[in-house]
């Protein structure tokens, strides 16, 4: 149990379509980050929220985009769905902006676009 | 840029047997080096991380890995695994000028026969 908890679990969506996911971050961090990994692969990071500010950016279109609320948890917005994001996404937390040694990750909601 | 090669894709054990799953990373500057482990339909676990000092990790579960600069790699051992260690594996980096981004292996699934 880490304390970061993402809903839904599981969706399915159509191409598209647009998705919002969710997370609640372990008490205490600031810093939520957010990876896609799709089937048989390793995570790929998406961007990272540090108090409320996107402060780094993985290689994803502008159609992910994100958000961090006063309370640190976090929303990753997904427009114009297309079938290869089809993944599991994983939101993590840290503390610290800069020196986030130790992140906890979240179970992860599994996204099918058909 | 930096990249995280896991070598094998898969390794079949058999039960009580040690195991070692490889790791190497390519960067030009510090990092911090970590290992992952994901259970069936599970989030990322943390299983032990080196950041300074000792080349030597220990971790979780039994697990440790040992940092080795000029061969760029951070393998993970266990001497003797048993049926739950049955798992998928990450080894993840973070450049230790950067403030974000855990740049990920494609993963080592360990199959342990009994």
């Known amino acids: 149990e880490t304390g970061v908890t993402q809903s839904p679990t599981h969706l399915i969506k159509t191409r598209g379509q647009q998705v919002t996911l969710r997370c609640s971050s372990q008490?205490?961090?600031?810093?939520v980050s957010w990876y896609q990994q799709a089937l048989g692969q390793g995570p790929q990071f998406i961007f990272q929220?540090?108090?409320?500010?996107?402060?780094g950016r993985g290689n994803f279109p502008p159609r992910f985009s994100g958000l961090q609320f006063p309370n640190y948890s976090s929303e990753l917005n997904v427009n114009a769905l297309e079938l290869d994001d089809s993944a599991l996404y994983l939101c993590?937390?840290?503390?610290?902006?800069?020196?986030?040694?130790?992140?906890?990750f979240g179970e992860g909601s599994w996204l099918t676009v058909v | 840029a930096q990249s995280v090669t896991q070598l094998d894709s898969q390794v079949p054990v058999f039960e009580e047997a040690p195991v070692e799953l490889r790791c190497n990373y390519s960067?030009?500057?510090?990092?911090?080096l970590f290992w992952y482990v994901q259970y069936p339909n599970q989030g990322l676990q943390l299983l032990l991380k080196?950041?300074?000092?000792s080349t030597l990790v220990k971790g979780i579960n039994g697990f440790e890995a040992e940092f080795n600069k000029s061969q760029t790699s951070f393998h993970l051992r266990k001497p003797s695994v048993h049926i739950s260690d049955t798992a998928e594996y990450f080894c993840?980096?973070?450049?230790?000028?950067?403030?974000?981004?855990?740049?990920w292996g494609a993963g080592t699934k360990l199959i342990i026969k009994p």
């Open positions: 993590a937390s840290s503390s610290g902006g800069t020196t986030q040694n130790t992140i906890y």
């Open positions: 008490s205490g961090h600031n810093t």
């Open positions: 929220y540090y108090r409320e500010e996107e402060n």
């Open positions: 960067s030009s500057v510090s990092v911090y």
């Open positions: 080196y950041l300074s000092g």
């Open positions: 993840a980096v973070r450049v230790s000028d950067s403030n974000y981004q855990l740049i």
